[in-house]
């Protein structure tokens, strides 16, 4: 068996090889094959073959062995503890890929959620709402995005221009009462849709009617009323609900009388108008059997024949959005300031007790019924009286309130899923006030961080953002849903837009 045999018995059977097949010194892989391409000359022929382990001698085999046995090591690390494949992945799914689970995503989202709610519940600490706008619109557009603030609305001292006011009930009294007396020329603004008390603008003119007696006629005036409420409400009224407020001249009697019923409201100042409405007609009905109640009627100008018929009652007063003036206010260019009498619930409540009282929609937070008053769907001419639970008719902001105390302390993971969420009702709020103009957005995937109490719904189809006023042309937004705070608000998947 000559050497080449010999070296291949040892490799095929792991032994060492000889000394005499690796005595020849590592030659470089360049030399070496710069050495088998060059041409052998012809005294090199017989010496080859004299010799034919010169040319295998040529060729590392030390070098090839450990390259190989590298090779195979690297492989063997590549496979224990290179990335690996699921075997969903790998084979496939039998119903399709899987749903990604964005957690990349949610923690950046996440990051940049928390600074936002902790700078807005530290604003919402230290900072009172009061903005100003120079339109109704532009008023009552922000105090949508905002939490209990009502819209209000004032006159410049100087030129009467109005402008409109949001902000809340305790900051508007704060500034309110340390305001110079000449300079308060404010009023409520009676948003339409939000529940309110039962409200009166009663006047005549004093010089035409000399005769009259106001109060007695007001003291009339208020047992109809009660008697109105027991027959269509079954509400037994009391005169301690009456608030009177007074700012009348020598030439005129003006007055304002506010009917707060415990536990119950108007469902709006629609519904408070019609009621009104029926009040009216009992007084005309009543006339023809009881003259006491010509003292209702009063002449608008002494000029004109038919003022004689008319109620002291201004029915105009039940319009959308009405400005109502407050208390302690008086109208631009005119000194006679809306002042509490010292009748009814205003002989035992101070100042702030009365600014409060006076407002027509400070209702409380334990109202259970909304008084309903309108068209019968038979006969026009007919009013329906009815009364509706409170809950039916919340704001958004409450219902959301509600459903964070209906979830109470559901402990769901952090997940990720495609379609309907377990909450029907918030994905009914969202749907809603994703839909801008003809557009209606659909909700893609939501996910529900229960640690933080946040809804994240990652919207489709509408790409509408709020902060540019526009769509975006390719990115989608979000809606975000604080369940503590009960607040929502909207962002995008696009880093550069911010806020």
């Known amino acids: 068996m000559n050497d080449v045999d010999r070296l291949f018995a040892c490799f095929k059977c792991g032994l060492t090889p000889p000394k005499s097949a690796t005595r020849e010194r590592k030659r470089s892989r360049g030399r ?10 012809p005294g090199s022929v017989g010496e080859e073959l004299k010799t034919p382990l010169s040319r295998i ?10 390259k190989l046995k590298s090779a195979v090591a690297k492989k063997a690390q590549s496979i224990g503890h290179g990335k690996q494949f699921s075997p969903i992945v790998f084979y496939g799914s039998p119903h399709g890929v899987p749903p990604k689970r964005p957690t990349r995503m949610l923690w950046r989202l996440l990051r940049e959620i928390c600074p936002d709610l902790s700078q807005k519940k530290t604003l919402n600490v230290r900072k009172e709402v009061w903005m100003t706008f120079p339109r109704q619109d532009e008023a009552m557009k922000f105090s949508k995005g905002q939490a209990d ?7 410049d001292h100087f030129n009467g221009q109005r402008r409109f006011l949001v902000s809340t009930y305790t900051e508007l009294w704060r500034r309110y009462k340390n305001m110079n007396p000449k300079f308060r020329h404010h009023y409520e603004v009676i948003q339409e849709g939000l529940p309110c008390h039962l409200y009166f603008d009663l006047e005549f003119n004093k010089k035409v009617n000399k005769e009259k007696n106001g109060e007695e006629m007001v003291d009339l005036l208020i047992s109809m009323v009660l ?12 005169h301690n609900w009456v608030l009177e407020l007074d700012s009348s001249t020598e030439d005129k009697f003006s007055r304002h009388v506010i009917i707060c019923i415990p536990n119950a409201a108007f469902k709006d100042n629609s519904h408070a108008g019609a009621f009104v409405s029926e009040i009216c007609s009992r007084v005309q009905k009543a006339r023809a059997k009881d003259k006491t109640f010509d003292k209702l009627f009063v002449m608008k100008d002494s000029s ?4 004689a018929d008319q109620l002291f009652v201004d029915t105009a007063v039940y319009s ?6 407050l208390v302690f206010s008086s109208k631009a260019g005119k000194s006679s300031v809306l002042l509490p009498t010292k009748r009814f619930k205003c002989k035992d409540l ?14 409380d937070v334990d109202c259970q019924t909304y008084l309903v008053c309108k068209t019968d769907l038979d006969c026009v001419k007919t009013l329906h009286f009815d009364t509706e639970e ?5 704001s958004p902001c409450q219902n959301l309130r509600q459903f964070t105390l209906d979830i109470g302390t559901t402990d769901l993971s952090t997940t990720y899923f495609m379609g309907k969420s377990p909450f029907p009702f918030l994905d009914k709020f969202i749907l809603s006030v994703a839909s801008v103009g003809n557009i209606p957005g659909n909700i893609y995937s939501w996910y529900f961080l229960s640690e933080f109490r946040l809804m994240v719904y990652s919207m489709t189809k509408n790409r509408y953002c709020e902060r540019i006023g526009r769509q975006h042309k390719s990115n989608n937004v979000i809606y975000v849903v604080d369940l503590r705070m009960a607040v929502y608000y909207q962002k995008c998947h696009d880093p550069d837009c911010r806020g």
């Open 304 to 307: 004109s024949e038919e003022s």
């Open 32 to 41: 070496l094959e710069q050495e088998s391409s060059e041409s052998p000359g």
């Open 57 to 66: 001698r040529k060729i590392n085999i030390e070098s090839s062995i450990e």
């Open 227 to 238: 008697e109105a409420l027991l027959e269509k409400y079954a509400i037994q009224g009391d």
């Open 149 to 155: 603030v009502h819209v209000f609305s004032y006159q």
């Open 320 to 325: 959308r959005n009405r400005c109502f003036r």
């Open 390 to 394: 409170s809950n039916n008719v919340k």
């Open 350 to 363: 101070g100042e702030e007790d009365i600014f409060m009282a006076s407002l027509i929609c400070n209702i």
